[in-house]
Nanobody, 123 residues
């Protein structure tokens, strides 16, 4: 089991950059695939980016390729989401999630979730 805590959210202006962090507890953090999802008010939780256990492989939906980058540092039990050129439509609560065997977009594959961090992008 892993406990996840996100940080780094805040209020920024359109065009700004922001880096989110997700710290995980436990000695087995490096065995999990990780991902970031986001949920805007009144909308479903959407997949943003995924990364495999050692960081060698990442996956993004077509809509986020080029602006968002997921990475991890297993020595620090942390996964990151670098977000560049932010847009008002990126406003959402961002969640990190851990999976035993997937870093894809299927939300049902994820076993543990953080509490989320709010990102607000003003125009």
């Amino acid at each position: 089991q892993v406990h996840l805590v996100e940080s780094g959210g805040g209020l920024v202006q359109a065009g700004d950059s922001l880096r989110l962090s997700c710290g995980g507890s436990g000695r087995t953090f490096s065995s999990y695939a990780m991902a970031w999802f986001r949920q805007a008010p009144g909308k479903e939780r959407d997949f943003v980016a995924g990364i495999n256990w050692n960081g060698d492989n990442t996956y993004y939906p077509n809509s986020e390729k080029g602006r968002f980058t997921i990475s991890r540092d297993n020595a620090k039990n942390t996964v990151y989401l670098q977000m560049n050129n932010l847009k008002p439509e990126d406003t959402a609560v961002y969640y990190c999630a851990a999976s035993y065997n997937s870093y894809g977009s299927n939300i049902r594959k994820y076993d543990f979730w953080g509490q989320g961090t709010q990102v607000t992008v003003s125009s």
